[in-house]
């Protein structure tokens, strides 16, 4: 049987909003089409002016003079950073805990449907507060930090750990850069502050309660004869987990997964109320500065678009690739 | 000739004369009247300027100019109305018309001025922003504050003037900001900051109120900013822009002229100075230009009292705040409240 590869959705959707801007682009001249690019230009020049507030952290560098355009960027680039990380902690913990539901041991058995229970019946923003503000309550002052590890220094301030750089012109990194505690703060090497930490902690864990569920019900739905098949062939447990019962579980799981990462994506939203300054963070300061209410929540509102397509249409090509072959 | 030009002019200027006696309402004027209440968006709590209590009554100074308002229009305090708004929401807010005016220590700057579609009206506060620090790291003044971490409200002037602020002086800080008031000063009293940077007014009801123990906290003696705090309103409607703009200015000359709420009364059967007598109701009819009530300045003094007065109770020596009246004070006391001319 031909295995028929369609083309998701998701991805005509990104395809269509991309013919559609060039289709704008490449008609500019156009006298109606001119008016749509001036417009646009009005309301949208203000990207082009310097923002004047800083960004406390992220991987894009960014400086109170540089402009609205970029702090936008830092900030898409802020939800990626806690977002990805966030969801691999989702799957990998969501996954344990789906099989850990349903093996026969008691305790283990009762401690993940209690995990699941508890975090997925909370909602996100109060388990994000509570965490945040544990953490910044119960951790050591960042005048006074302890050192977990040599060189992971760990207070108010965040974890801070050793980091490699790169010298100037050098291409590979060539040493680490060591974080040292200073009259205030611990400085150098790599920071994740305590809003990083929430925000990903906080997404991660409760995604993972929702991600368990549907490894369950996926591993659930394959028939109880397949599993006694793969025994009867002489398989180890492991060999017919992983040969016999997932391949046919990620049919099922594998959709409902996709809407569990586009829910974690959106959520990162909610970082904004622990202090971490992901995309709506950076959009809140812009309007309020520029009044430009509209344009901002219209960048914020296309920027989730194109990220939830985006994830949507990967995760579709992978359904295909797992999906039953042909039976389209 | 030359006399029916004169005559002409005399003509013109009486008509003019007659078109301004009766003030059109404006639209919003008469929303507010059909309506009965006076909107105003206030804070979700900032000691001082607009709280609520444990029984959901609010105080402050920005409630009462708000109070006072409702007073000369409706005649009746009571009717005030109060939307609380985040920082965020506040200019949005005003925009679609949810309020009738912004009584939420909101700064008055070019940008808000001219770009956000409202008007400002009379500074009700001149506030500037500083800094609150713990006792225990040692600093004594915002030049010490190199490579600390500063926690704020997001969507603030705040927020920016602490970044050109660091970057003027080459004082290099972290800021970490939170979209609530709240949630950013719990951070710092957990310890998270180094440093709260807001308004000074907003920054002593924080330390008097909600520190652990206040004696732990001082407020450094810089302020780096000028943050003149005024009502506003929308734009587009000038008959309830000069109401929002004269009311406090008639709380403000009230004070100048020793009129206070326990003496209105007696004043208002006693008074022979015809400028007492303009804000008592008992002088010349100035409401109906404003298309209010011959007593509507006697009404607004008469809920919340005269500006000083709204001053001691809410942020003054009789308050939690206890902020000293300095540039607040009245011009001829050396202050810089100087209220035009009710008359």
Known sequence: ?????????????????????????????????????????????????PAGFGIAEGWLAFDSADSYARAFAAGLVNTVRAAVPAAVLAVVLGTLLGIGRLTSHLLVRALCTAYVETLRNVPLLVQLLML????????????????????????????????PVREDGAFWPSRLDWPEPTAFNVIGGAALSP???TIVLGLGLYTAAFVAEIVRAGIGSVSSGQKLAAQALGMQPGQQLR???????????????????????????????????????????????????FECIAIVMAVYLVLSLS??????????RVALRGWR | MRKTHSAALAAGALLLALASTTAQAGKTLDAVKARGTVKCGVTNGVAGFSAPDTQGNWSGLDVDTCRAIAAAVL???????????????RFAALQAGEVDILTRNTTWNLTRDASLGLNFTTINYYDGQGFLVPKKIKVTSAKQLKGATICTQAGTTNEKNVAEWSKAQGIPVKTVVFESFEASFKAFFSGRCQAFTTDTSALAGLRNKEAPNPDDYIILPELISKEPLAPAVKRGDDEWFAIVKWVPNALIEAEELGITQANIDKLRTDSKDPAQQRLIGTGDDLGKLLGLDKDWSYHSIKAVGNHGEMFERNVGPKSALQLPRGVNNLWSKGGLLYAMPVR
């Open chain 2, 75 to 89: 005649g009746d305090a009571k009717k005030a109305e109060f939307v609380p708004l985040n920082s965020q929401q």
């Open chain 1, 311 to 320: 994830i949507s249409a990967a995760m579709n090509m992978y359904n295909a």
């Open chain 1, 195 to 197: 809003e990083y930490l």
């Open chain 1, 243 to 293: 040969l016999v019962v997932l391949p046919q579980a990620l049919r099922v799981i594998v959709p409902a997964l996709t809407n569990q990462l586009l829910s974690l994506v959106k959520n990162s939203s909610l970082a904004v109320a622990v202090g971490y300054p992901e995309l709506v963070s950076v959009a809140n300061t812009s309007l309020n500065s520029t009044g430009r209410a």
């Open chain 1, 1 to 49: 049987v031909k295995a028929v590869v369609r083309v998701p959705a998701a991805l005509w959707a990104l395809l269509a909003f991309a013919a559609v801007a060039i289709a704008l682009w490449l008609l500019r001249a156009l006298p109606g089409v001119a008016g749509l690019w001036a417009w646009l230009a009005a309301q949208f020049g203000f990207l082009q002016q």
């Open chain 1, 132 to 163: 945040y503000f544990a953490l910044t309550h119960l951790l050591p002052d960042s005048t006074e930090p302890v050192q977990l590890l040599p060189g992971w220094w760990l207070s108010k301030g965040g974890l801070s750990l050793p980091w």
